[in-house]
């Protein structure tokens, strides 16, 4: 759901909702506590953001019922910007 959003962020830009950085801020929240409470989780956000963006990428074109090469075909996100609080593409 965070890369999703982060995506339709990316893409359309003038259309940020609150909606959207809601949902942002609750998904970063939510992986900070679960690593806070597992610290053997931090170098997990690396390994997945890559793993997870082909789904993501999919599901924001349907979402947003765009093109899917209207998308980067690789993730442009740094695992650490996708989990900082106050960066947005």
Same mark, same amino acid.
């Given at each position: 759901?965070?890369?999703?959003?982060?995506?339709?962020?990316l893409v359309q830009p003038k259309k940020r &909702? $609150? %909606?959207?950085?809601?949902?942002? /801020? =609750?998904?970063? *929240?939510?992986?900070?506590?679960?690593?806070?409470? &597992? $610290? %053997?989780?931090?170098?997990?956000? /690396? =390994?997945?953001? *890559?793993?997870?963006?082909?789904?993501?990428?999919?599901?924001?074109?349907?979402?947003?019922?765009?093109?899917?090469?209207?998308?980067?075909?690789?993730?442009?996100?740094?695992?650490?910007?996708?989990?900082?609080?106050?960066?947005?593409?």
């Amino acid at each position: 759901m965070l890369l999703i959003h982060l995506l339709k962020c990316l893409v359309q830009p003038k259309k940020r &909702s $609150l %909606s959207w950085l809601g949902t942002i /801020a =609750e998904q970063r *929240d939510a992986i900070a506590d679960l690593i806070e409470d &597992s $610290l %053997s989780l931090r170098t997990y956000p /690396a =390994e997945i953001v *890559d793993r997870c963006y082909p789904v993501a990428r999919r599901n924001a074109a349907r979402q947003m019922r765009l093109p899917i090469g209207d998308f980067p075909e690789r993730s442009p996100f740094e695992p650490k910007a996708v989990l900082d609080p106050d960066w947005l593409p």
